[in-house]
């Protein structure tokens, strides 16, 4: 049984680095996919990775203060502060899920979303959705 864990865990932190690292970009083109990202985004993810109710802003909602421990520093804890994240990554975190973040199902959160938030997360980082 350790062994299985030790090889999910693995081939997640491998699917993680592929995703970071592969090619692909959020699709901006349409005008209002900066906009329908960040009321996606608000209502699907900011309630785990938003700004939080705690001295530093943030330290209270459960996914941002995971990525503050976890990084420590070297990347934004706040989604919306990070520029090396695709719409592949990203997909794939929601797809998925990771840690403590459960899946979501095409039913819950489509494709055409996720790219919708990967082009807010860009224009909220200052990074253009067609940057790798």
């Not at 804890?77 to 998925?96: C, K």
């Not at 459960?102 to 990967?118: G, H, K, N, Q, V």
């Amino acid at each position: 049984m350790t062994r299985n864990r030790h090889r999910r865990s693995a081939c997640t932190y491998a699917l993680v680095l592929a995703a970071l690292a592969g090619a692909g970009t959020a699709n901006a083109q349409d005008p209002g996919a900066v906009e329908r990202g960040r009321d996606t985004f608000e209502y699907m993810c900011a309630p785990c990775h938003g700004d939080g109710p705690g001295d530093d802003g943030r330290a209270m909602l459960p996914g941002t203060d995971a990525l503050r421990l976890k990084y420590r520093g070297a990347l934004p804890a706040l989604l919306t502060e990070r520029s090396d994240l695709t719409y592949e990554s990203i997909r794939m975190f929601v797809r998925q899920g990771i840690f403590s973040m459960p899946p979501f199902r095409p039913t819950e959160l489509t494709d055409d979303e996720i790219r919708d938030i990967a082009a807010y997360i860009a224009d909220s980082s200052g990074r253009s959705a067609d940057e790798s």
